[in-house]
């Protein structure tokens, strides 16, 4: 008696609540557009042909262990010699937010004092995992929502003013929530003046594919960190990419100096993870290792990919133009020029409550749609009532 008394329940995820409210919605119109999970031109779920080819094959197969190798050469390319020279401390993870969790754990183990600098704004739970890991949050300058676009002079000077040695997530591509990315100079202005500062570049990779189609060019700020010779962390996710979302299939891994770093490392991240949750479950991975090392499989995952980007890119072309053709004011093209699975619409919060209460659409409160929810035959419901809402 009297244990749990002082417990009182924990502030709604901004995510959670709207899928929450969204499902208490009788409207047969009703749309969400709240999560991040990738849907077909039908509203659907969609599991990948790779995927079931690749559950027919690990029907008893061996763990073969593979996962990690096969992950690091998505971030730093097939043939790089990270791979090649056993530079890189990788490790399975639960998904994204499961090696975001553990590399958070190993900074404050090996970097007590140290901060993380956060985009702003970022994935809302960027927060609550380097808050639970005991490291302090600063931001750094990114969007600027009177151009829509990213506020490029002022992340520099962030990035300049910041403590030299600091540490910066970063997202590599299809920025979540604003679909807004560097420039391929941009980056590499970014990279040289890490170089500078020589502060430690974190990329939570948990999209690669969706900005543009293809797994290397939404690689590339990575790839840019790697020619200048950076030490770099990666999260990476195979929820959107491959579909996998409860199957929490990730990977964190760590560039060092040489192999004899990187087994060092990863032997104290796979201890933090030891501590946290044993190991993780194995199918998901069999899965992801699979479609990896079977050349067939692979090659049928980048078309799935590709697919699904490309879907989404038209749903962008077609929600920008119902806008335009309604006779809309408001410019729409940062809907076609922001990438990935979400639109920054740049609709207030009382906009967003419109669309709720009266048109049964529902999206996190700082206006941002997951484009995936964007079908052909909700597109022009969708543009109606945003024009609705905004005139
Ligand atoms: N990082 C970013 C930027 C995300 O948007 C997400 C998912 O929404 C994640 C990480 C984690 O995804 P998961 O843990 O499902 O792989």
Redo the contacts with the bound molecule.
């Keep these: 008696v009297g244990w749990w008394d002082h417990v009182a329940p924990a502030a709604k995820d901004p995510i959670n609540g709207v899928t929450e409210a969204f499902l208490a919605d009788p409207s047969p119109f009703k749309i969400n557009l709240g999560v991040?999970a990738y849907r077909d031109d039908k509203g659907r779920p969609v599991v990948l042909q790779c995927v079931r080819e690749a559950e027919a094959k690990i029907a008893g197969s061996e763990f073969l262990t593979k996962m990690v190798e096969e992950s690091v050469k998505l971030v730093y390319g097939k043939d790089s010699d990270v791979v090649k020279e056993g530079r890189s401390a990788g490790v399975q993870a639960l998904?994204?937010?499961g090696a975001?969790r553990l590399f958070a754990e190993f900074q404050r183990r090996f970097h007590p004092e140290s901060h993380i600098y956060f985009p702003d704004p970022t994935?809302s739970n960027h927060h609550n995992i380097w808050r639970d890991a005991q490291i302090p949050e600063r931001t750094y300058h990114y969007y600027d929502p009177d151009s829509k676009s990213l506020d490029f002079a002022a992340l520099m000077d962030d990035i300049k003013n910041a403590p030299d040695s600091s540490f910066f997530l970063f997202?590599p591509s299809a920025h979540?929530p604003t679909g807004v990315d560097p420039t391929e100079e941009q980056w590499r202005e970014i990279s040289y003046q890490f170089k500078v500062k020589g502060h430690f570049p974190f990329f939570?990779m948990?999209y690669q594919g969706f900005a543009s189609g293809d797994l290397d060019k939404d690689a590339q700020a990575i790839r840019i960190f790697l020619e200048d010779e950076h030490l770099i962390g990666c999260a990476q996710?195979y929820?959107k990419s491959m579909g996998l979302?409860g199957h929490r299939v990730?990977c964190l891994s760590i560039l060092c100096v040489d192999s004899k770093q990187a087994a060092a490392i990863r032997s104290q991240i796979q201890q933090i993870a030891r501590a946290m949750y044993g190991s993780p479950p194995v199918h998901g991975i069999l899965l992801v290792e699979t479609i990896l090392s079977d050349p067939n499989l692979k090659s049928l995952w980048i078309d799935e990919v590709k697919i699904m980007a490309d879907r989404i890119q038209r749903k962008r072309t077609t929600l920008r133009q119902n806008l335009e053709k309604l006779g809309s004011s408001l410019n729409w093209e940062h809907i076609t020029n922001q990438l990935g699975m979400f639109c920054f619409s740049g609709l207030t919060p009382y906009q967003v409550d419109r669309l709720a209460k009266e048109f049964h659409i529902y999206m996190t409160q700082d206006g941002r749609i997951s484009m995936a929810g964007v079908t052909t035959g909700n597109v022009n419901y969708l543009a109606n009532a945003i024009h609705e809402v905004t005139r």
């Design positions: 991040g998904s994204g937010t975001c994935w997202h979540n939570d948990a996710s929820a979302y990730g």
